[in-house]
């Protein structure tokens, strides 16, 4: 039982690292791409008003929650794993 524990905890720490990680990525990939839009546009006013306007509706978008797959994918894999090897 004890080796479970130590699993889950090292694994949720690992698994939270990568999931940082990837929402630090994720979010720069967004600002760059809005930086080029404003760019390529040749848009007037305020830059940064535009880009942080369009990272709180990425904030909100499904490509954000879909990260969150980082947590269930392996856990899930984890399970299933367990499972068929205790059970069959």
Known sequence: ???LLRLSVIGFVVLTVIYVCL???SRAVRRGKLEAEWDEEG????KEAWVDEGLEDYDGSLRRKLILGVYIVPVTLVILLIYFVNFY
Do not use: E, V
């Open 1 to 3: 039982m004890f080796a």
């Open 23 to 25: 929402s630090f990525y």
């Open 43 to 46: 848009m007037t006013g305020d």
